[in-house]
């Protein structure tokens, strides 16, 4: 047994033991589910009419210690389905679970007990309370979550805890979270005035302003730049689309309860589009090609729309409403490894831009559950094979990820890691050998036969908002010259110097530099300290002796000292980084 699998046994135990305490500190609360998660743990707890806060924690989480000093144990046995309901008769959430299992054909469950406290559980778990050092773990927060995440369910309440391997992971980690809420995204997107969300419009659909739409299409012109290079092709698609679509695609099945309806006034159904693929099928499909046609290439940037549950909405990360630089290659099987690796092309020219580096995992299907998927093992094992190739080819620092497929075929998602050390999923390559089939798309090879073609889907940011919030985050604001929305501000000392500021931005503006002028009845000071909380990369101060020079005064971001430089110099320096994206 490796160490992450270790670890994820400590985290499920250690929820137990969160349950343990609860039942002595609360004996009418009843238990949902306990699983072990990234970083730590949960359990959905009912408390019945107690009301709990942050603030009790620390007497569950001292409560959760003394059973561990105690060694408490944990240990395994089973009940045959009709005993295990009898133990449930008082306990309303294990009953409904073990009712599920018993429908599903079970008929003998597993038990652990640690203390005076029975869960019903597979396990594994820890052997005794020894086995946690002290100080690995703690009790963060509470949150609301709905039971088996259905809004029509009672709401319980969610404690969440940390856990790792010991007291120093766990201060690391601690350390990085304190890093984290100084990045946040959502609060630094108002300071930057990025974007903003509004009640009327609705959760989860964010309204981007001037300097945020700015970014995204600075970012949206690079990836065109690396695609068009490359042989893509601009198109364009509506936002809605009959469900016949979606049925035929396989879309409908898999994400009907995420779609946003629509009914027309004669009675016929459309769905906002999740996902932009079905749609470039049809676009292949308009007319008949000849495989000296193929590769067809399409490129994309364009909205989705998919009904997130509100608990699940958080800033950028996860919202309703979103864009992806979606592109779509139709091509023969033989040549689906060369657009791969053009598109790994893309993909190594893009983040390195960033600072980021990349490692990729292999997203497999899941063997035991073929029903999860459509198409035949022949055509997977065909598409997994070449990837694996792939993956040869480029010597790339890879790791498997068995059940990470989409449901039409594998791929390879490309992982990158943030300046605090969180890891990302970021862009993905999928090879498809079965929408192709659905819609019966082809091409006319050689010997004048119809020959199945393959498709491949690849989104470099992915989605526009989430790649923006990890950006943000990753550079806590402090973009690169050329993707600040304002490269330069110019501070006027005071109103004699106003006008000669305007002539320079205007200077700087025909050169193709952002400029704005704070012209605010403040002190330098003051001014300075804002442009810094705006993380502009350059602050140009504007006294008389700039007015009477040719040189220009410049303090960088995050520097507290100025430098003197020529204008042509400046105006250069700023061209240049913006240009080869420095």
Same mark, same amino acid.
């Given at each position: ?41 949960? $359990?959905?707890?009912? @408390?019945? &009419?107690? /009301?709990?806060?942050?603030?009790? %924690?620390?007497? +569950?989480? #001292? ?96 404690? $969440?805890?940390?856990? @790792?391997? &010991?007291? /120093?992971?766990?201060?690391?980690? %601690?350390?990085? +979270?304190? #890093? ?113 046609? +193929? ?288």
């Amino acid at each position: 047994m490796d160490r992450t699998e270790q670890l994820e046994i400590k985290r499920h135990s250690l929820a137990h033991l969160l349950a343990a305490a609860v039942s002595q500190l609360y004996p009418d609360a009843q238990f949902a589910i306990g699983p072990a998660v990234d970083n730590g743990f949960y $359990y959905d707890i009912d @408390f019945a &009419d107690k /009301k709990i806060s942050e603030t009790d %924690l620390a007497a +569950l989480e #001292e409560k959760m210690n003394e059973l561990i000093a105690q060694d408490v144990t944990f240990v395994r046995s089973e009940k045959n389905i009709d005993e295990a309901l009898t133990w449930a008769a008082d306990k309303p959430y294990k009953q409904e679970i073990l009712q599920d299992l018993k429908a599903q054909g079970e008929t003998t469950v597993s038990f652990y007990q640690c203390g005076d406290f029975v869960d019903l559980c597979t396990g594994p778990h820890i052997k005794s309370g020894k086995e946690i050092k002290l100080g690995s773990f703690k009790l963060q927060r509470l949150a609301g979550a709905y039971w088996r995440a259905d809004e029509k369910n009672k709401m319980l309440t969610r404690v $969440y805890g940390l856990a @790792f391997e &010991d007291r /120093k992971a766990l201060a690391g980690y %601690l350390v990085m +979270l304190a #890093e984290a809420e100084k990045r946040d995204h959502k609060k630094l997107g108002k300071e930057l005035d990025l974007f903003a969300f509004s009640d009327l419009v609705g959760s989860g659909l964010p309204l981007w302003t001037p300097k945020g739409t700015l970014m995204r299409n600075l970012l949206d012109d690079f990836v065109w730049e690396l695609r068009r290079a490359r042989g893509y092709e601009k198109v364009e698609i509506p936002h809605i689309t009959k469900k016949e679509l979606y049925e035929t695609s396989g879309h409908w099945d898999k994400f009907k309860e995420e779609l946003f309806r629509i009914t027309t006034r004669e009675g016929h159904e459309f769905a906002m589009k999740p996902m932009n693929c079905p749609h470039h099928t049809q676009i292949y499909a308009r007319r008949q090609w000849s495989y000296r046609d +193929l590769p067809q290439r399409y490129a994309n940037t364009t909205a989705c729309y998919r009904d997130e549950q509100s608990g699940e909405l958080s800033g950028l990360s996860r919202v309703r409403a979103f864009a992806q630089d979606d592109g779509h290659v139709f091509c023969r099987m033989n040549q689906a490894k060369e657009e791969f690796l053009r598109i790994w092309e893309i993909i190594h020219e893009f983040y390195p831009t960033f600072g980021f580096s990349l490692r990729v995992r292999l997203s497999t299907h899941d063997q035991k559950h073929p029903e999860k998927y459509l198409g035949g093992a022949e055509n997977w094992d065909k598409a997994e094979t070449m990837l694996k190739e792939i993956l040869a080819t480029k010597q790339a620092d890879w790791f498997d990820g068995v059940g990470e497929a989409a449901f039409y075929g594998p791929k390879l998602d490309f992982m990158v890691k943030d300046a605090i050390g969180r890891e990302w999923q970021v862009a993905t390559i999928q090879l498809d050998m079965n929408m192709p089939e659905r819609f019966d798309l082809f091409c006319i090879n050689e010997t004048g036969e119809k020959e199945r073609i393959v498709m491949i889907h690849a989104a470099i940011m992915g989605s526009i908002e989430r790649f923006m919030s990890i950006l943000i985050e990753h550079t806590a604001g402090n973009f690169p010259v050329w993707l600040a929305p304002v490269q330069v501000k110019l501070i006027a000392v005071g109103k004699d110097h106003i006008e000669y500021c305007h002539k320079l931005a205007g200077e700087l503006n025909l050169a193709g530099i952002r400029t704005e002028i704070d012209e605010a009845d403040e002190t330098v000071g003051n001014k300075i300290r804002q442009a810094a909380v705006e993380k502009v990369p350059y602050m140009l101060v504007i006294g008389d002796k700039e007015v009477n020079s040719e040189n220009l005064m410049v303090r960088d971001r995050g520097s507290r000292e100025t430098r003197e430089i020529g204008r042509e110099e400046f105006i250069a320096e700023v061209i240049r980084k913006s240009k080869t994206r420095e």
